[in-house]
């Protein structure tokens, strides 16, 4: 193994800062001809057994690329051969480094040497660690993350600072790095540091990278599709939507046309006296397929259209328009950017935040305004947390506008109560007293030990005289933490299908309930459905009913609410997937219960409810999510919140804390109305690991 640290001379250092260089404006030229590394340096650099190489690119200061190789023993040469060409292409934060860039590229080449595993136990682990010699790699399950010695002193880190930051990179938990289960390691690691535009490159690829910097032209980026390929796939889609909206199935494939990657793609539903429908995806790297995206997408916005009694004459009539969107080019923060040579007469302008990203196509504007307009939108207070691209944009209609969020500014601060007096009572002193019924004979907070052991319930949502003593039975067998998601179906008519309640605080009798707006937005931020709205909130009965119940076992309670519309399984599989990412980024105290809100079968008779919400309580209690599902579609069981039950059983399987599904009880309102021949079913339900 790799010990000890590779010596090199200053001039073998200079040599292979060179040589690193070189590979990387190859790869990103396409210039062929360049010889390989190791026989830039020889083989007595090239040669030196090292546990690896990273190099990192930087433009302005901040971080363009930063890609490499562990592989003990590996030779120098092959590890940064290996990182240069990555760095240059793959990185999957960043677009891929252009020939207009290169000459203004600063870059560091790291050689690494030395990796050892901690061996301690938990805190004890810090110890070990001192800032500015060492690297960290953490590994826990499928999850791993490595930071480069230089980050610690770059960003002014402690070693606590350090080791939360590494599990972040990892996707885990910020107190990752003291559990034993995890494997913790160090290395050491040395840099050679400069500018790209100081080596000395052979003509050809000196001529390309003044070109390119003088004329902003990329290089290697691939073409994206003309205007006439573009109008062609709108068409198509278009057609495609008839045939969807019909029950019909679309072709999937088109060989005569356009299907390269692309960054972006959006579609835009116009259809007369109803709001604009849109639908969308865009990233900052060209990995997306494009036919493939656009028929996920028609399917998506047929959907929508069909979730809001859109006729099919209502198509026929419509207007459906196509942008695509390619060539990313990243121009600095929203703080401090180069948009001189942007040319929006065909080029899209984006910003993203940890808050949400918007795009906007408007060649009327000049860069300034489209980007200060960009600022507004996602009322952004710290500018400086705004990166911003531009696309090259090919587009059936004039001006773009999409985004991943609403405009946040229109949003009220509270959601007033609008069911007090009708599904609980109005009277704070009624609801406490009502509350004391309810959960008499519970265990308390005190009382329920296995914090951690449920992280997801199911609870009714009806008046609390039908479901009110299940519901609180329910959320009493488990540990209340302080942040709380409640999943429920989309009663009320709005525009989006999935939606995040956009509040600071949720309006009732007894005192207010927090919300927590900084978790809601990196909901929005991780899971590409979600998106915030006030609209479908406003009526919502199925989570204010049980807000009350949530500040009573927890008075400092912060709850984030999401109202869900239908959805096949593979776009809930796709939803649960990065919500998992997203939870188990969080620290282990700072982890959200999951309670989702739904009542079982509808206005059936009694006899019949029972059997059929028997059939969906078993399909839970197997812990399969698509089996829920498929057992509610397939019976014909009107669960109203047969996708919000999937989607966080999905979530919770896939961060394998979904192993055991135990039913606290079922009822119907007959037991209350008496009425047994047009009943609703309620069940309560916790799921563990």
Known sequence: MSRHQPILSSSQEAMLFAAVGRCVAATVTAIRGVPSIAKQVGNEVAGIPVLGAFVSLKKDGRLRSCMGVLRDPMPLGDAVESAAVRSAKDDPRFPPITTAELSELDMEVWVLWGLEPLMESGRERANRIKIGRHGLQIIHGANRGLLLPGVAIEHGMDVEQFLEAVCQKAGLPKDTWYNDNATLMIFEGRAVAGRIGDINFDKTTAMEMRIAGRYQWKGTTTDGPTQIDVEKLREVCSENLRIVRAGGKPDRFYPALYDGKVS???????????????????????????????MEMVQLIARQAENEGVTSLEIQDSRLDLSVYWGPEIHGNAENCDLSRVNLLHRSLMLTSPVGWVLQYQPDYSPKQLLDDCVAYLHLDDTGSGEVVSMETTSTTDTILVTNMSRREIFPASRPSVLAGTFYPADATDIETALDEMFRGQPTQAEVRESGKYGAVLVPHAGWI???????????????PQHVIVFCPKHRHSKLDWAVAPYQFWELPTGNVASDLTLASKLVTAVDRLLFDATPHRDEHAIEVLLPMLQRLRADVKVVGITMATAAFPIIKTAAEQMARFIESLPTNEQPLLVISSDMNHFASNDITNVVDQIAIDAMLTCKPEQVLAAVNENGISMCGAVAVTFVLETQRLRGKLKTARLIGHTTSAKRSGDYSRVVGYAGMVFGG
Do not use: F, W
């Not at 793609?265 to 990233?283: E, G």
């Open 466 to 480: 039908y479901s009110g003593k299940l519901a609180a039975e329910t959320l009493a067998q488990v540990r209340i």
């Open 264 to 294: 972006g793609v959006s579609i835009a539903l116009n259809i007369p006296n109803r709001p604009l429908m849109l639908c969308s995806k865009v990233t900052i790297r060209p990995d997306i397929q494009l036919q493939p995206a656009l």
